[in-house]
């Protein structure tokens, strides 16, 4: 069975900071890896989907990276600003199964 | 358009009332999920359609009951819930439930619900 973990679980930085958030997978069997933002009581927003062959996705400030042998992305949030504050989750679509969700990371940028 | 719309936003009902939620997409997708979230938890998936049939109940209580009308169109009827049932719900699409190559998923803003 699928799982997926996310490291850290909560992060502090100062605005302007380059940032890594990591999600690990225990199955390399997947279609896809999804990056997520979630603000306090609201719902998913997409960020970067990445494809099982590819290995990076980018948008803006952030860039996604897939390693599927090693069961790893991370997710990079260039000079952070504090309006990224919010709770990012990354999800994978294993073969034959729908999305499988880390519990997340909870980011604050201070001003 | 990228958008899925949830009504209502927030709703709140007694243990012996009949409400429902509903869902709506018009990105032409063919598989649309119910998600349920408790805070700081990920979401969990209740239900799945794919092409207007349910195709996953990930064993929820019959309390909970998902309807499809048509493929833009997707309801959670509610009836005889408990304080616990009290959540997030989260509706969601995507453009095929088996899609490879285009299995991006894509979040409505939510129903709080709160059961007294």
């Known amino acids: 069975k699928q799982e997926v973990t996310q490291i850290p679980a909560a992060l502090s930085v100062p605005e302007g900071e380059n940032l890594v958030l990591n999600c690990s997978f225990t199955d390399s069997a997947i279609y896809n890896l999804q990056w997520f933002r979630q603000d306090p009581g609201k719902g998913l927003t997409s960020l970067l989907l990445i494809q099982s062959s590819q290995r990076e996705q980018t948008s803006g400030r952030l860039n996604a990276s897939l390693d599927k042998s090693s069961g790893r992305s991370t997710l990079y949030i260039a000079a952070s600003q504090p309006g990224d504050s919010a709770t990012y989750l990354c999800a994978v679509r294993p073969r034959g199964q729908n999305f499988v969700f880390g519990p997340g990371t909870r980011l604050s940028v201070l001003p | 358009d990228t958008e899925v719309t949830q009504t209502p936003k927030h709703l709140v009902m007694g243990m012996t009332n009949k409400k429902s939620l509903k869902c709506e997409q018009h990105m032409g997708h063919r598989a649309m999920y119910w998600y349920k979230q408790k805070a700081k938890k990920p979401p969990e998936l209740m239900f799945v359609?794919?092409?207007?049939?349910?195709?996953i109940n990930e064993s929820v209580p019959s309390r909970f009951s998902p309807e499809c009308p048509n493929s833009s169109l997707l309801n959670l009827h509610l009836h005889a819930l408990q304080p616990e049932d009290s959540a997030l719900y989260l509706c969601?699409?995507?453009?095929?439930?088996?899609?490879?190559?285009?299995?991006?998923?894509?979040f409505g803003e939510g129903s709080r619900l709160t059961v007294l």
């Open positions: 359609y794919s092409y207007e049939k349910l195709s």
């Open positions: 969601a699409s995507s453009q095929s439930e088996r899609a490879v190559s285009t299995g991006e998923l894509f």
